[in-house]
């Protein structure tokens, strides 16, 4: 078992910056798989990026490549998302997920794939 705690989050204009930070306890951090998701109001909660275990692979949505970035320090047992450039259709409670698996084909796209969860932390973009 993993527990993954997310902070990071809060209030921010339109074309600023955050860094989220999903802080792992438990097992292994260097064994899982990191992804991170968000879910706004009457929507289902979408992938976002995902890090592979070494921190050598990431993968992004379409509709925050080149804003965002995955990052992970094993040795701090944490995983980052750093975000710059935010819109208000950012507006989201951002979610960090934890899956022991290999990196491999697009399962870490899938929410329904991961077994661990942080609570969540709220990013909110005015315009």
């Known amino acids: 078992q993993v527990q993954l705690v997310e902070s990071g989050g809060g209030l921010v204009q339109a074309g600023g910056s955050l860094r989220l930070s999903c802080a792992a306890s438990?097992?292994?951090?260097?064994?899982?798989?990191m992804g991170w998701f968000r879910q706004a109001p009457g929507k289902e909660r979408e992938f976002v990026a995902a890090?592979?275990?070494?921190?050598?692979?990431?993968v992004y949505a379409d509709s925050v490549k080149g804003r965002f970035t995955i990052s992970r320090d094993n040795a701090k047992t944490t995983a980052y998302l750093q975000m710059n450039s935010l819109k208000p259709e950012d507006t989201a409670v951002y979610y960090c997920?934890?899956?022991?698996?290999?990196?491999?084909?697009?399962?870490?796209?899938?929410?329904?794939?991961?077994?661990?969860w942080g609570q969540g932390t709220q990013v909110t973009v005015s315009s």
């Open positions: 438990g097992r292994t951090f260097i064994n899982y798989v």
């Open positions: 890090i592979n275990r070494s921190g050598l692979s990431t």
């Open positions: 997920a934890a899956e022991n698996r290999r990196f491999g084909s697009t399962w870490y796209q899938n929410s329904k794939e991961y077994d661990y």
